[in-house]
């Protein structure tokens, strides 16, 4: 009878997890030194860039003031955080291209050519729907804990939004919405831009890719992201006279934190740091 009995199921042997490269949270610190090198390396180009943002954040603050649309400043820094892996394309193209031992002027961070063409634009336009989505989810908010009226002004609305019961519930709700809304973008963007500008692959693809390493290797990820946010408050902070130098130093980091991260035939990718280690 039991030579007539089915044979046991036997489980697969586990996979190790090829995305999982359980790296060291301070691993996070040495993208912030690898992008700090790349700045002093021809610093000219990644200043101008880091200008050039300034420039259109203080154009694009004045804009809501002048024209009397303010209630969209809170929404539009948290915003930022989703358009922020876009922007940084032409800082990308600079690390990328002092891996080859290339020198990259300032016209050519501007007019990227990624390998993935069109593909990349498209993102673009996704993380455009996002960051314009997060900003009707904004107004809806301030209209359901303020009711449908005009926007009081800052010189109101700061007080209130700590003096009052309702403006901690819409303070601590749009925290929350805002940071899923940037959380999320972080994601899928942070690595499909970098991804983007070197590989032949489409939009969603590249943004699947993202979202499972950032997944997969969070506890850096988590470090990573808290910097970025702490360097972002230090520039609003400083009127955003410091995304001059912070805003390229977070672009080249970033294209650091994809070597490390992104594997290519299986392989790792090593950053700087790892590759001068091992010389």
Do not use: C
């Amino acid at each position: 009878m039991e030579s007539e009995a089915l044979p046991k199921v036997v489980p697969p042997l586990p996979r190790p997890n090829q995305k999982a490269l359980n790296l060291p949270r301070r691993t996070a610190v040495d993208w912030l030194g690898a992008g700090w090198r790349d700045l002093r390396t021809n610093p000219l180009p990644s200043v101008l860039y880091g200008s050039a943002v300034f420039l259109v954040s203080i154009f694009v603050t004045w804009g809501m003031f002048r024209f009397e649309v303010d209630y969209f400043f809170f929404p539009a820094l948290s915003g930022f955080m989703v358009l922020g892996p876009l922007i940084a394309t032409g800082l990308y193209e600079k690390s990328r291209r002092l891996e080859r031992g290339e020198r990259t002027s300032f016209s050519q961070m501007l007019f990227v050519r990624p390998a993935s063409t069109y593909q990349a634009v498209f993102l673009g336009l996704l993380l455009l729907l996002l960051f314009m989505l997060w900003q009707r989810a904004a107004v809806l908010l301030y209209a359901l804990h303020m009711g449908v009226r005009a926007f009081a002004g800052f010189d109101e609305i700061i007080p209130m939004l700590f003096t009052t019961w309702y403006g901690w519930s819409l303070l601590v709700t749009g925290t929350v919405i805002g940071g899923l809304f940037a959380s999320f973008a972080f994601a899928i963007s942070v690595f499909a831009m970098p991804m983007m500008l070197e590989e032949k692959t489409d939009a969603l693809t590249a943004m699947g890719i993202s979202l499972s390493l950032v997944w997969n290797n969070l506890p850096v990820m988590l470090v990573w992201g808290a910097i970025v946010v702490g360097l972002f408050a230090v520039s609003v902070l400083t009127v955003f006279a410091g995304l001059i130098v912070i805003f390229p130093v977070l672009g080249h980091a970033t294209w650091h934190a994809y070597r490390a991260i992104r594997t290519t035939r299986g392989e790792r990718v090593f950053y700087w740091s790892e590759r001068e280690s091992r010389a």
